[in-house]
């Protein structure tokens, strides 16, 4: 993975970002067990048995520029969150990378994002079709997750906002948009969409994608190239 990685910092064309999911969070006066800035203590529920919503942080990182993005979704962790907050950031971002014919993206083989899951492969290959943008996934092994950079990023979110109340939905987003990672602030976006759990491409359809979708020989489960056309 270290050379992979290396060789795409090495190349002009080549753009490597780092994404992955956080701890869900829950939104309410809840206690969450960090020490706040102020004066005077903050009061939370004796009991952190009910919230009002709870958010499935979703980070994207350049590993080059460091700019971090985050999605604050509402809803199921899903292939459809993941791909939908990638395909928003690429248009949200792809003024700076018109020249690039390669995007290389580090992730965790989680169970929205594993290399055979069916939508997965569906959304990520309609997403390398639609952007005519080759997509490489390099995929940490089991138990080396925290060498994900992202990680990094939560580490220090969590360690920024551990002492806060967040009691409403625009709390945390405040929080999390007033951190900084490497002396700049992050973008963060809030998702509303619904996303339904356990989505799965049928065999026939599926043959279909797996056209463009190219396991290594060496690493088959953990470096996936998908091909535009």
Known sequence: MFQENQASDENPKSLRVSIDTKAKVKIGNLSRGGKAR??????????????????????????????LTIYLGQSAETSDFIVDCLTAWWYENQHDYQDYDEWVIDLDGGAATR???????????ELSQAINLRIRLIYYPPYHSKYNPIERCWAALENYWNGAILDSIEV????????????????????????EKGI????????????????????PKWDITIFPV
């Open 115 to 125: 290399s055979n899951r069916t939508q997965f492969i569906k959304r990520m290959v």
């Open 38 to 67: 102020t004066l005077e203590a903050k009061a939370a529920d004796d009991h952190d048995t009910q919230w009002e919503a709870v958010l499935v942080p979703f980070g994207i990182l350049n590993t080059h520029s460091e700019k």
């Open 172 to 195: 945390a987003i405040k929080w999390a948009s007033n951190m900084t990672w490497k002396g700049i602030a992050p973008i963060v976006h809030r998702v509303e969409a619904t996303y």
């Open 200 to 219: 799965k491409v049928l065999s026939q359809e599926l043959e279909h994608y797996q056209t463009f979708w190219q396991p290594s020989e060496t690493l």
